[in-house]
């Protein structure tokens, strides 16, 4: 079982930056897939990115692709999110997840471990 904590959230003008973090709990981080996905209101749960268990294979959702960066740091049990240039349909509350397959997936079924989420906020 796994924990997992969100960070960085926050409120920052179109073309800003902002870093998000994920500190999981337990001693098996490193054996799980990690992802990030996000929920607008009254949209569903999207894939934005996720990471294998050593960080060398990412995949990111073409909406975030080329702005986006997905890292983890497995000897401080964290996932971070790097966000570039945002966009206001960027905004969102943003979940870390965790999933013990060990191949990256966009699916969000494939998921055991969500956080509770943290809001970013795009404005224009």
């Known amino acids: 079982q796994v924990q997992l904590v969100e960070s960085g959230g926050g409120l920052v003008q179109a073309g800003g930056s902002l870093r998000l973090s994920c500190a999981a709990s337990g001693r098996t981080f490193s054996s799980y897939v990690m992802g990030w996905f996000r929920q607008a209101p009254g949209k569903e749960r999207e894939f934005v990115a996720t990471?294998?268990?050593?960080?060398?294979?990412?995949l990111y959702a073409d909406s975030v692709k080329g702005r986006f960066t997905i890292s983890r740091d497995n000897a401080k049990n964290t996932v971070y999110l790097q966000m570039n240039s945002l966009k206001p349909e960027d905004t969102a509350v943003y979940y870390c997840?965790?999933?013990?397959?060990?191949?990256?997936?966009?699916?969000?079924?494939?998921?055991?471990?969500w956080g509770q989420g943290t809001q970013v906020t795009v404005s224009s």
């Open positions: 997840a965790a999933q013990t397959l060990a191949i990256p997936t966009m699916l969000k079924g494939a998921y055991d471990y």
């Open positions: 990471i294998g268990l050593s960080g060398r294979r990412t």
